[in-house]
Structure formats: C-alpha cells, structure tokens
C-alpha cells in the first residue's frame, strides 16, 4: 500500500510537471507570434497581447530564463519602464544567465525613465554603473562573449560609436583569444546609425 502511494504521488507529479512545460510552451509560442506580428507590421496592439501571454507563463525552471528574456524584451519594446523595473525587481539573481544581467535589466529600465524624462545626466550614471558590474565580471570570465557584447551595447548608449570601438581595438591588443569575435563587434558596431 505504502509503495501504491509514493507511485501515485510520483506519477502526478510527473504529469502535472508535464503539463506546466506544456502549457508554457503554448503561451511561450503564442507571446512569440504576437512578437513576431509587431516586428513585422509595428502595431503595439500585438505587444499588449504578448504580454498577456507571458504573464501566464509558469515559473517552470526549466524555461524560466526564456520566459524572463521574453518578458524583459516585450517591457522595453512596449515602453513600460516602471513594469519592467518591478518585475526585474521581483526575481532571483539565478533567473538570469549571468550574474550582472538583473542589476543590468534594472538600472536599463531606469535609465530609460530618466531618458524618457530628459534627465541625461542621470540615465548617463546607470548606464556607467551597468558598465563597473560588467567590467568586473569580464574581469572573472574574460572570454565571456555575451558579456563582452553587453558591455560594449551598454557603452553605446551613452558614448560616442568612435570611442566604443576603439575600446574594443584595445581590448584585441590585450585579448589575442577573441580578435575574431572583436572584430565583428566593431564591424556591427560601425554599421550602426551614426551616433
């Protein structure tokens, strides 16, 4: 009887943990369509109801990193700064892949309130606040090049294009294991609309 029991308990929750794959999948699909549909023709219509779709995505940990990327895009694309700064504020350090990345979305969602207040000055020191926690991690994980790129965005936002990629001619000088990699950033970078 005891061994009836812990099979059963074992058997529902491997279903209802099915099912919350599955229904995040769907909701996960449907948020990307919806996404998609406002890339394709710019109406914020489709990312209203793509947030509506996230926001009934699961805490399923084995998606929860999409989830959080997909929500943290459809904040900034739809230009709830203060929604996104709460709902950053609201989640673990570990449902990001990187360690800087909450600091990062937080002070991001900031600074875009102070732009959208026309205080340069302040949205110019969260984003150099952004760029020290990068740095440090660089410094810990200097192959890292998903960091690399996101200290290199974030540093766009608020210095000249000129400067950015001279940075990063530097960093080649010092990196030799990542020139291929740097040289591509600079090459995207001096593609960019002028700044």
Known sequence: MNKSL??????FLFLCCRGESGNF?????KANEKLNQYYIDGLSTHLD????????????????????????????????????YE????LLERD????????????T????LFEKQNNISSRDSCYKEIVVEIEKFINENPLDKNAITDL????????????VINEITLMQS?????????????????SMGKK
């Open 96 to 107: 990001f892949n990187r360690s800087y990345q909450k600091n990062q979305y937080k002070k």
């Open 25 to 29: 999948k769907i909701y996960y699909q």
């Open 49 to 84: 109801t793509a947030l509506y779709y996230a926001n009934q995505l699961n805490a399923s940990s084995q998606y929860k990193v999409r989830g959080v990327n997909l929500k943290l895009t459809l904040y900034m694309l739809s230009k709830k700064y203060e929604a996104g």
């Open 87 to 90: 709902y950053v504020d609201s």
């Open 109 to 112: 969602f900031k600074a875009l």
């Open 174 to 190: 010092q990196k030799s294991n990542n020139n291929d990699f740097l040289e591509t950033l600079k090459e995207t970078i001096n």
């Open 6 to 11: 812990i099979i059963a308990i074992f058997c």
């Open 152 to 163: 290199f965005y974030v540093k766009l936002k608020f210095e000249d294009k000129d400067k």
